[in-house]
């Protein structure tokens, strides 16, 4: 008997992606992911905007779970 702690197809209700590269490039970026919440919604935009802003010549692939 397998155990089941959740549904996997409820995991991820909603994708928004915000990226016109080809698909090539996105293979080679730095991907970070944030697993945030309501109340560090915020913080994590100004951390992107800080990476980004301070690593203009690496590609980067933002995943932001809520």
Excluded: W
């Excluded at 080679?28 to 994590?44: E, P, Q, R, T």
Aim: aromatic share 16%; hydrophobic share 45%.
């Amino acid at each position: 008997m397998s155990a089941h702690y959740f549904n996997p197809q409820e995991m991820i209700n909603k994708t928004i992606i915000f990226d016109e590269r080809p698909a090539a490039s996105v293979a080679s970026s730095f991907h970070v992911a944030y697993g945030i919440d309501k109340n560090f919604l915020f913080g994590c935009g100004v951390s992107i905007t800080s990476v980004l802003l301070h690593n203009n010549d690496v590609s980067f692939v933002f995943h932001v779970f809520y």
